[in-house]
């Protein structure tokens, strides 16, 4: 099955600064990779997702880059504020076919935005 | 169009209770899944339900847990005898087809605390 591993577990970065967190997964099926942000005690919100046809894409502060050849993907915020400290996952799942239902989850990066 | 809902949102059992969490989909969809997050982990699957059938449960403990979707009425995960190790936040998510399924929005999760 499928394995993601996330990078760092932690991270605090100054208002203002440049944040990445990064994922590896190992199945090469894998070609749909969401990000999530969680902030205590809430639902888990999808904030940026990338397919495997793709790699980059952006949204305003938050980018998000595939290397399917390596198969590592990650997420970046410029400009980071407070409100964006919270509990990132990244995810992967194949598109379709067998265990398309399937969202592997990363265990997670607290980011801590500094003021 | 209200989005997933999930009850209760705490739930506080003795060990070898019994700890019935429902789920209510988007309108229209027909595709339910269940994930569990444990304290400080990330989201693992446990079991996707289409009405009246579970098509799988992989993810799911083979003893003391079930799952069932019903022709009328919420998606119950249903816990047996729970332990302190069943103490996490399990969340619920639904799509109108199993196509899209890997796009999840997830229910406000309901949170077990297990005495």
């Known amino acids: 099955g499928e394995n993601v591993e996330q990078h760092p577990s932690t991270l605090s970065v100054q208002e203002g600064d440049s944040a990445v967190i990064k994922c590896t997964y190992s199945?090469?099926?894998?070609?749909?990779f969401p990000w999530y942000k969680q902030e205590l005690g809430k639902r888990p919100q999808l904030i940026i997702d990338?397919?495997?046809?793709?790699g980059e894409k952006k949204d305003q502060r938050i980018a998000v880059t595939l290397n399917k050849t390596a198969k590592h993907f990650s997420l970046h915020i410029t400009e980071t504020q407070p409100e964006d400290s919270a509990v990132y996952f990244c995810?992967?799942?194949?598109?379709?076919?067998?265990?398309?239902?399937?969202?592997?989850f990363g265990k997670g990066t607290k980011l801590s935005v500094i003021p | 169009n209200a989005g997933v809902m999930q009850n209760p949102r705490h739930l506080v059992r003795r060990r070898g209770q019994e700890a019935r969490l429902r789920c209510s989909p988007m309108?229209?969809?027909?595709?339910v899944y269940w994930y569990r997050q444990l304290p400080e982990e990330g989201l693992k699957f446990m079991v996707y339900?289409?009405?009246?059938?579970?098509?799988?449960e992989s993810g799911m403990p083979k003893e003391r847990f079930s799952a069932e979707f019903p022709k009328e009425g919420p998606s119950i995960l249903r816990i047996q005898q729970v332990v302190r190790g069943d103490s996490a936040a399990y969340f619920c998510?639904?799509?109108?087809?199993?196509?899209?399924?890997?796009?999840?929005?997830f229910g406000a999760g309901s949170r077990l605390t297990v005495l």
């Open positions: 995810a992967a799942s194949p598109l379709s076919g067998a265990g398309s239902y399937q969202l592997t």
């Open positions: 309108k229209g969809h027909s595709h």
């Open positions: 339900l289409q009405k009246e059938n579970i098509i799988d």
């Open positions: 199945d090469s099926a894998s070609n749909y």
């Open positions: 998510a639904s799509s109108r087809t199993s196509s899209g399924a890997n796009v999840l929005t």
């Open positions: 990338i397919r495997s046809n793709v």
